[in-house]
């Protein structure tokens, strides 16, 4: 089955239009990222400590925990309000509440500092963290 030349170009015209679109949808974004890094009083890095990201109004929750250098990040996290909740061996339980995270965002909770403690010891932070773009 040949086309004549005018069909082939409306195919090919077809073709790259609904590529376009679709490459335009594949470029939003809309999720963000919340990342940090977790010392101690020291400024040591606290390896291993456990990273609870809980969705305020979907009561979900997404748990990362720090690498060697202290350091945590959780990618593709969609947008909302959460509590973000640290814990380690030997130090009290670090909360930080109403964390608001928009689509595209690259939330930096900064560095967050660990205080010695039993773990059923809890630090409240109720302050908004600055966004970083």
Request: aromatic share 6%; net charge neutral.
């Amino acid at each position: 089955m040949q086309l004549s030349a005018r069909k082939a170009r409306i195919v090919i015209s077809t073709i790259f239009i609904l590529l376009a679109c679709t490459s335009t949808v594949w470029a939003q974004q809309i999720s963000g990222t919340i990342f940090g890094s977790v010392k101690d009083a020291s400024q040591g890095a606290v390896v291993g400590a456990k990273v609870t990201i809980t969705n305020v109004s979907q009561g979900s929750s997404r748990e990362v925990q720090t690498g060697s250098e202290g350091t945590f990040a959780a990618a593709n996290v969609q947008p909302g309000t959460y509590n973000v909740t640290i814990e380690a061996a030997g130090f009290k339980k670090h909360e930080q509440k109403d964390v608001k995270l928009f689509a595209s965002d690259r939330l930096s909770l900064g560095d967050i500092v660990l205080s010695v403690g039993g773990t059923t010891e809890t630090v409240t932070v109720t302050s908004e963290a600055a966004q970083i773009q």
